[in-house]
């Protein structure tokens, strides 16, 4: 008989863990042990979110202790920060998979100048694997700690990855859906104008881009990011226009991804062909020598979080790559 | 020479405030006085909102004696409550038009009923005019302070006027954009859900059913009203199924509407004919004997507010009652 | 080992039937047998949908003998008056689910007053049940033929089921998102209008109406039924306005579908709870004496059409109820 | 007195003439001679737009001649091909503002090149000015003929226009509203998919491009330019990112923008701030030595067609610049 699995959320009640919650329910070999969330103290889930109304799931406050303990794999859909401090105390006694950026980069002095906080456990940070299954499939299998990138993060990488090392300098321009910004309401995500509005923000400051930097090879200087928000719930639909290196011997995109499940290669991305969905959709276009302009698109919950976690969580295990995500195909229309 | 107008906005930094000084602007023969908000003083409004930077013009928080004195006509875009005592410390000194609801209902009994608090100037109460330019107009003219009606209110009202005196029962359903929630940002006006989201609230408790019990001549027993939040910015569509009392005569509806130049009878009503204009548009079926189908739309902001507002301006002037108005069509699509 | 069950798809590349796909895709015992479209013989299915360009799956124009014959059930996804001939062709040779609105009625004549068009197999008619699993799932467990209900039709009879047979009068207005109007582009799918409108259409001649009346047991005067299309892409929501007759004795709504696991009675309904999901959302609030407000959601294309398909599958061949329906939760934020 | 101009708009009852006659009705010192339509013979416009039933104005399939002789000014609303014939039919009989791509460019062969036929006026071509008035102001004063810019082109030449000659590569990024593509339904508008969609098209080879390159002085090989669909109603929101020369020395855009009224260069540019009005918001920020990131905003409809066309009518008839257009601010939220 398969191998079933006992996994937690810890912060189910912001978008990222509600939408594992919905990739774990769609999943064959996991069983829910925990959903933790601090502000709620044994709470029917269906009470916090009517859309659930029908699990038969409690959030509990339950310590880190037993949660590790009673866990195969923990999920960590924590705050970025106050992730830190939970990973250091399960590490050992589970498996975890880090939704939020305290693990996603290498040396505490880049942590530190992005996030503007020194970070606590640089040795913790040099044991976690960067979990893009496209780029650490091997290092993910063996990981105890796996960081999940960041959604823009994620993307940028797939669509760079077949020209790292040979890449100028690239500008990007990434418009995200308004779930990105997370289940509390704000200014920006306020309907009325968010409704039809797009603005970019954090331009050429976005925390992601150290992410970006390392797979692709390139320097803070060779990247402009323009991440932009648009006026729609999910997705994030990315521009990249790429120069390489003189001389530059370019991989055809569409043999390097073959092999992996999750990422389409097409000759037109559009951001509708993945809602809801673990793919990440990518379009290469030679303009002239030199000259690329290469498309992306994931949706930011799933593949730029919870999809991608699970998909990890899946080579940790030595479960089949694509289970309890094929069956997700995009909502379309 | 035409008369020229000084006018003011009490609180112009909301939404209200805000298509005020849009309607404003385009009015030919009105001049801003002040605009005036606690938060801000002296402050450019192209720094508060820089779709308006092309203006120079200031927020500033000028007391109420001096807007008074040197304005022909205030507008008070102020929270419910709040405008009470503004209304009492310019009374007599300008005219004024007040948005909020302090001043719709007749009798102090009945608003503390639906707002919660006692009413503190009774008497002023007596002396406001409502501003229904469509059932008082004559009133209007006269008025030192008129109150300008309720979106949802405003709306049933032209709905049902016609029949006015001859309902046996009334159930409204009505769905407004996410810009009558207001600048705040909230739950229910946060993006990623409201983006793709119907939902009902106060259902037969929403503070506008005593406006329009009052002009339909019904009970509150009478009447059932589901409010409701709809994905789109701007506007109001509803559909009420009516009950006449056995042997109603009940008048032509366009017949009754001809010399009211905002009204619009039709065969049928969409909602994407009046965004950006004070038209309200209503459509009248009768289904079998005494049972009708009447739906309307407006634009909450306009003709449910602002444009309403400065349509009753005209009035208490001897202005054109459309001046400054008709210049804003529908901005379609 | 578990049965498994070869299903067909005829007409896949309608909404419906992309929808089916998605289902039968996360259905844990149900392989493909064909895809089928008449203007596409033998194309891969991602060359005319590329959302689905990861599926190695064809659409074929194989011949409805070969379809029935090699296949365990065979979903049609065919415009109306198509499908009859269909039906009648692979009537006996495999199990049959229609997803159009051919035999969704039980006599000919009701059938032409609404479709405008005879009924060419009255006999069929006859022999196929109504595919609402809460009202026939007895019958549907030994059907040779299913006629799934229509999207409006299935939610409005969930709504008034408790109430059946003791309805005085009852009055509905029912919003619908764009995709209930199919792939085919039309001026009511228009997005720069439809992206912020809301116009009713069919008022009290819609086509859903016989479904409605027969199960509530009122005749078409008792029902005023206000189709209305909203700006959103899926889903509908509806308020019901319910009269009782005198000396009603209404049961609990919660109690009666506490046995369906795909009906959530709740305090209230929001459209955005069900999206993607198989789950219809229903409440029912008490006014007065006989009087009775009760709003219900559902996911037009998966409830309202292919989730109750697959339900129906489901049934008619003994697999639990839920199977492959349940691992699909709702889509939310 | 002022002077008051008999307008004509020839093609009406596209998105583009809609919203000229909206303009029109704004303007103070224009009537109404001529509204036509090919299709409509003698049909009141509130018949084809219920939107605007207020209106007493018949739509007419009036010949040219009367039409060119009974107006000062004839605003062209028509398919680019179609409306060459009628620029020479009405050529020195009245005002020609043409709103299609018939006159834009230079010579012939750029247009034969571009749209696929040839031109037929090749002499026309050169009498004609392009009406982008913060660059050819002067020359749109004495003008027989008026060639309106190209939605995305303008935009693109007021980003890059300050940078003119000094451009060593841009790449641009450009998404417009569903608007744009008019008012007859196709699939790229279809709601159900267009609702949440992105998707880019004619890569480096729209039709706009010969307007941006003859402004900034670049080929085509200098430029990429990527437009792509959004899922809201109006707007184009565009992100440039530009190389110069080495040793450009660069002018400060907010001083050159200083004297044109509708240009209003900003620290952040969102597409929400312009909808409805005849703005166009530039940002331009210095990322690094001859690397800037210039963004752009402007409706579609307004600024990209039929008010600045409103705005060239003015200059061609010594009229104010603003006049009719400075009273349509625009429509937040």
Known sequence: MAQRLKASIV???GYTGLELLRML??????DIAYLTSRQNPNTPIGDLYPHLSHLKLNVTDTDH????KESDVVFLALPHKTAQDTVAAMHGKTKIIDMSADFRLDDAKTYEKYYATPHVYPDLLKEAVYGAPEIYREQIKKAGIVANPGCFALLAQLMLLPYAGQIESVDIMAITGSSGSGKSPGEGTHHPVRNHNLKS???NIHRHIPEIIRTAKITEGQLNFVPTSGPFTRGIFATAFVRTKAGAALPCAAEIYESHPFVRVMEDVALANIVGSNF???SYKKVSDGNYIVQGALDNLVKGA???AVQ???L???LEETLGLSVLAPVYP
Do not use: K
Request: proline content about 4%; some cysteine.
């Open 280 to 282: 990440c959709d990518l």
């Open 201 to 203: 923000y954090n331009i």
């Open 25 to 30: 329910i769609a999943h064959p070999q996991v």
């Open 65 to 68: 202790e037993t949660v590790a």
């Open 316 to 318: 940790m295990f030595g």
């Open 306 to 308: 919870a999809g991608c």
């Open 312 to 314: 990890n969580m899946n």
């Open 11 to 13: 912060g189910v009640t």
